[in-house]
């Protein structure tokens, strides 16, 4: 691991956006970055394995390679069948394009989306009284069935906020604003795991991870923003007993992906999606 200055060292990302690695983030990254010398070390494919590469590091798996060290085919289809009740390659094809939905999130992206729109729509500042304000919203807009769903998930996202601005990867005064990094992260494992199980050839498994890749540059701009994402929804995505830890173990290995010199987040530019005005009109909100 590299060693840091004393107070916090800069991380210049491949697209040329610098960005202050504080001293709490740096201490956290206590993981191994792998790669496998024969994989993807360049390019869209590069791009989209990078995008797991934090759970990598936090699961011993090499940020490029298909392998799931230590799982068998018996043990890949086993963990499809009782996890996702995947159990051929058409329902691992079905069950891959919901995870590949944006709106499979649900919920808890949706109230992330909405109080990013009310943080621009005042000036970006969050309001003390965010969730009252978006209550009103959800009254006016008819939408009274979401009110319950609104108070249960609110406080799990103020504490993830917390989490993140103590652990570094937020400034104080941000808020995550998408876990679109988690839904492609997680993509990424369902392709290792579709290939180990037999269930996706050379076609499915390069169309599954690009298709990651153009999911998560719709909801991130950079490796900071997808870190932020991807350790935010693991927590958030979560049962609530296992948040802590799942965050703990992605903060590990994002901060690991920040600060390693031979990172692929140091050394590939992150995928970028076209974005117009039309596209930001039809996703905002009044309020």
């Known amino acids: 691991m590299t060693e840091l200055p004393e107070r916090y060292s800069q991380l210049r990302e491949a697209d040329d956006v610098a ?40 699961y011993g798996m090499r940020w490029n390679s298909l392998d799931l060290p230590g799982y068998t085919v018996y043990d890949a289809r086993l963990a499809l069948s009782a996890d996702m009740e995947v159990n051929d390659p058409d329902e691992w094809v079905a069950y891959l394009g919901r995870v ?10 949706a109230i992330l989306q909405v109080r990013a729109d009310l943080i621009r729509a005042c000036g970006g500042e969050l309001p003390a009284g965010w969730v009252a304000e ?18 249960e998930l609110a406080p799990a996202i103020t504490e993830v906020d917390r989490w993140l601005t103590e652990s570094g990867l937020l400034s104080p005064g941000s808020h995550v604003a998408t876990v679109t990094g988690y839904q492609a992260g997680h993509a ?14 050379h076609a499915a498994v390069t169309q599954a991870l690009l298709a990651a890749r153009d999911l998560v540059a719709t909801g991130c701009a950079s490796w900071h923003e997808h870190a932020v994402s991807l350790v ?5 995505m979560a049962r609530t007993d296992h ?28 995928p970028i999606a076209d974005i117009t005005i039309d596209d930001l009109e039809e996703q905002s909100w009044d309020f």
């Open 19 to 58: 960005w202050t690695v504080p001293p709490s983030l740096a201490a956290a990254a206590s993981g191994e970055l792998r790669a496998e010398p024969r994989g993807a070390l360049y390019g869209e494919t590069a791009q989209a394995f990078a995008l797991d590469a934090p759970m990598s590091v936090a």
């Open 100 to 109: 590949l939905d944006p709106a499979s999130s649900g919920d808890t992206e």
């Open 134 to 151: 978006m209550h009103d919203w959800l009254t006016r807009t008819d939408q009274d069935g979401a009110h319950d769903r609104l108070d």
């Open 188 to 201: 990424i494992y369902m392709t290792r795991l579709g290939a180990k199980a037999g269930y996706a050839d």
């Open 232 to 236: 935010a929804g693991a927590a958030l």
């Open 243 to 270: 948040a802590r830890t799942r965050f703990d173990a992605a903060v590990s290995g994002a901060a690991t992906c920040l600060i390693d010199p031979d990172s692929p987040w140091r050394v590939l530019r992150f």
